[in-house]
């Protein structure tokens, strides 16, 4: 049983290996962070350009990653888990960018102030409780830990965002500084794991690797 | 001699040699929990130099116990390295074997 155990540990250290780069935490943390700047400033078409992190995270990889990691085909189980990630992610998304469209065609109509307000500001708790969730879910299909703690320091900002009004400010642009407050945390917590990654895996002269 | 400490015994003259050396065990270790791994990726995970990696995988490729496949993609060497059936089965019973050993030592005391 120990050694089934100590296997299982070695394979999870293996799978892990991948993602100890800081590149997804630096990816997640660039679309906070972007998502949040782009609703403070008059640069709305941010938020759009936030989903880019998706080519940064596929080409980072490639020219980070792989060469100093190398290349690795996993168990079956492994990828069968793999593919379910994948398909629950697509339709998490999908599910996501629908709920951003209904409230924005709501944003758009001829509603009071104050009921546009109240939609925006139920989106946006929206929007912070499905990152939150999803940077679970990533911590748990990628069995990487820290992204738990990225989870529940969103939430717990999410609560206190909730909780606590400051006189005198927008509830809003609380919710947007949340947003990038939270962001910038992730993407500087990627930096640090990405040097730490760095130290680990220094790049190799012919390494013997070619990405497919 | 009791007849346990003699199984225990017994148990470990059974261990195969060519497993047991510890760098070829952290290979076979690593095999075992994937499907296929590039030789950039052993080094790092069983943290032995390029010179020692190769020379262990070739002892274990000539018992064959694991598969290289070599090959050149944009004039780049590329090495995949896999157990084959009989690795596998090898080191299961690697495992096996020495569970069997701990056992009995630990209950010898």
């Known amino acids: 049983m120990t050694s089934d155990m100590n296997l299982k540990e070695l394979e999870r250290k293996a799978w892990t290996a991948y993602f100890d780069d800081g590149i997804l935490d630096i990816s997640i943390g660039l679309f906070v962070l972007t998502f949040g700047i782009g609703m403070t400033t008059q640069y709305s078409a941010l938020t759009a350009l936030a989903w880019m992190v998706v080519f940064f995270f596929a080409a980072a990889k490639k020219s980070i990653t792989l060469p100093r990691v190398g290349l690795v085909t996993f168990s079956p189980e492994r990828e069968e888990r793999m593919k379910k990630e994948k398909s629950f992610f697509v339709v998490f998304f999908s599910i996501t960018a629908l709920l951003g469209l209904v409230f924005f065609l709501v944003l758009t109509t001829d509603l009071p102030q104050s009921v546009r307000s109240m939609v925006g500001e139920m989106a946006l708790v929206g929007y912070e409780l499905i990152i939150a969730v999803a940077i679970f879910l990533v911590g748990y299909w990628k069995q990487i830990r820290r992204f738990y703690v990225y989870a529940g320091f969103f939430l717990v900002v999410i609560v206190a965002g909730v909780l606590f009004d400051v006189p005198g400010v927008n509830p809003l642009t609380i919710m947007m500084y949340q947003f990038i407050g939270a962001g910038g945390l992730i993407l500087l917590s990627g930096f640090i794991v990405l040097a730490r990654f760095f130290r680990r895996y220094p790049g190799r002269e012919g390494g013997g690797y070619v990405a497919r | ?109």
């Open chain 2, 1 to 109: 001699m009791s007849r346990d400490e003699g199984d225990g015994l017994r148990h470990i003259s059974e261990l195969d040699k060519l497993v047991h050396e510890p760098a070829r065990l952290a290979i076979m270790a690593q095999l075992y929990i994937v499907r296929s791994a590039d030789f950039l990726f052993l080094l790092p995970q069983t943290g032995l130099t390029t010179g020692n990696l190769s020379r262990h995988i070739s002892k274990l490729e000539e018992a064959g116990y694991v598969k290289v496949e070599k090959e050149f993609v944009n004039k780049k060497p590329h090495t995949i390295i896999q157990l084959t059936e009989e690795g596998r089965a090898v080191f299961r019973e690697y495992i096996e074997t020495m569970k069997d050993i701990m056992k009995e030592l630990s209950g010898s005391t």
